[in-house]
């Protein structure tokens, strides 16, 4: 059923306003966490994007409802002053793109207010880095989003290593880490969820100094 109640009240009237604040840093309006849904996937690598938005639910009081229309479960929140969708698509990695089109569509929010955190295969376990614009780097969820919305959307990538062969890339992401480099992308998970009333406030640039001074395991 849509718009099955998780908690809160309808985002409508929420929506009405958001675009009428002014904010010094990153006027962020939708934050789209990247993953598989359903119990098998929750612990994967490939699920980094829905821990991020998952711990920033839980931290600031929002609670996800599934919204047939939107094609994944949202939660409002507000950090520093800031109004914020939460998005985790339930259309599966290679179709993400179609969620976050249509929560932006609706609510006429702009790529350039969208942050999509994912996992990222290029970067060392643990390490995180803020990025705005550039192509897929070969992860199929952020090749749908840019043939939803382009490129010019803000990308939080989470750290979770390469197996070394591009043939073993799809049991890699699929599968769960090892618990120590597991706690290491939990750890840059808070590192990044640390972080958002930086970016909100005072912009990228300091945050992405917090950010990318963190180091991963090599």
Same mark, same amino acid.
């Given at each position: 059923?849509?718009?099955?109640?998780?908690?809160?009240?309808?985002?409508?009237?929420?929506?009405?306003?958001?675009?009428?604040?002014?904010?010094?840093?990153?006027?962020?309006?939708?934050?789209?966490?990247?993953?598989?849904?359903?119990?098998?996937?929750?612990?994967?690598?490939? *699920?980094?994007?829905?821990?991020?938005?998952?711990?920033?639910?839980?931290?600031?009081?929002?609670?996800?409802?599934?919204?047939?229309?939107?094609?994944?479960?949202?939660?409002?929140? *507000?950090?520093?002053?800031?109004?914020?969708?939460?998005?985790?698509?339930?259309?599966?990695?290679?179709?993400?793109?179609?969620?976050?089109?249509?929560?932006?569509?609706?609510?006429?929010?702009?790529?350039?207010?969208?942050?999509?955190?994912?996992?990222?295969?290029?970067?060392?376990?643990?390490?995180?880095?803020?990025?705005?614009?550039?192509?897929?780097?070969?992860?199929?969820?952020?090749?749908?989003?840019?043939?939803?919305?382009?490129?010019?959307?803000?990308?939080?990538?989470?750290?979770?290593?390469?197996?070394?062969?591009?043939?073993?890339?799809?049991?890699?992401?699929?599968?769960?880490?090892?618990?120590?480099?597991?706690?290491?992308?939990?750890?840059?998970?808070?590192?990044?969820?640390?972080?958002?009333?930086?970016?909100?406030?005072?912009?990228?640039?300091?945050?992405?100094?917090?950010?990318?001074?963190?180091?991963?395991?090599?």
């Amino acid at each position: 059923m849509e718009g099955r109640r998780r908690g809160g009240p309808c985002f409508f009237g929420f929506f009405q306003e958001l675009g009428a604040s002014t904010m010094a840093g990153l006027p962020l309006r939708i934050i789209a966490g990247l993953g598989n849904p359903g119990p098998e996937h929750q612990v994967t690598r490939h *699920n980094a994007g829905f821990w991020f938005v998952d711990v920033l639910a839980r931290r600031h009081g929002g609670e996800f409802r599934d919204y047939r229309k939107y094609s994944g479960e949202t939660a409002r929140i *507000n950090i520093s002053g800031q109004d914020l969708i939460l998005l985790k698509p339930t259309t599966y990695m290679n179709r993400s793109g179609l969620s976050i089109r249509q929560v932006s569509d609706f609510f006429k929010v702009g790529p350039d207010e969208i942050l999509v955190a994912h996992d990222e295969l290029d970067l060392a376990v643990g390490s995180v880095r803020l990025k705005h614009g550039g192509g897929h780097g070969g992860h199929n969820g952020l090749r749908d989003t840019i043939a939803h919305i382009g490129e010019s959307f803000w990308r939080l990538r989470l750290g979770v290593g390469h197996p070394g062969s591009k043939f073993d890339v799809i049991d890699y992401v699929l599968t769960r880490a090892p618990r120590a480099e597991e706690d290491l992308i939990l750890e840059a998970v808070n590192t990044a969820a640390d972080s958002m009333p930086l970016l909100l406030e005072q912009g990228a640039e300091r945050a992405m100094t917090k950010l990318h001074s963190r180091a991963g395991k090599t």
